[in-house]
């Protein structure tokens, strides 16, 4: 224990060089933790008001306020040369951006893109996370030139243009808000 360890931990906790990751994740995680404590606080807090506090009722709150963090907590986004990857609560998902065959853009409540490639991998992401973070636009992008110039992307071209015009007009925004143009 102690610096030899936690130097090993510490590689294993940083993404490989050239790898691009979702910027706003720890603070989206930190807000998700702090929704689930208040709800439990404020639960136990009423609880007690009421006078019907109980150890049972204590781990009913408490389950609710892990389901309110399963639910907020944002999936981790990171990429690299060929991949993209949506780490969750209980596991990973992949596509090979190289070999993307479809990209989809679904409506409804909450945007989400979904990627599939050749080999039956899927990604489901909120398109404000690649917004967000050029450099993981950027990581897509390119390789998503490779899936169009190999003929495996056949679906999505639409929604990756659309998707790039409101990458390039919130990117100009951000350049003209630190400038002072705006």
Do not use: I, K
């Not at 950027?138 to 998503?144: K, N, Q």
């Amino acid at each position: 224990m102690g610096r030899r360890d936690d130097a090993r931990w510490a590689a294993r906790a940083r993404p490989p060089a050239g790898t691009a990751h979702d910027t706003r994740w720890a603070g989206d995680r930190r807000g998700a933790v702090r929704c689930a404590v208040a709800l439990l606080a404020a639960l136990q807090l009423l609880d007690l008001a009421a006078g019907t506090a109980a150890p049972a009722r204590s781990v009913l709150w408490a389950a609710l306020a892990l389901l309110l963090f399963a639910v907020l907590c944002p999936p981790r986004v990171t990429a690299g040369r060929g991949w993209l990857a949506a780490r969750g609560l209980l596991r990973e998902h992949r596509v090979r951006t190289d070999r993307l065959v479809s990209v989809r853009c679904v409506d409804g409540v909450s945007q989400r893109l979904v990627l599939r490639d050749a080999f039956g991998g899927r990604v489901e992401l909120d398109p404000a996370t690649l917004v967000a973070n050029p450099p993981l636009w950027y990581r897509l992008a390119e390789d998503t030139r490779l899936s169009v110039a190999s003929g495996s992307l056949t679906r999505g071209g639409a929604a990756l243009g659309r998707l790039a015009e409101r990458v390039d007009r919130e990117t100009a925004r951000a350049v003209f808000e630190v400038s002072g143009l705006d």
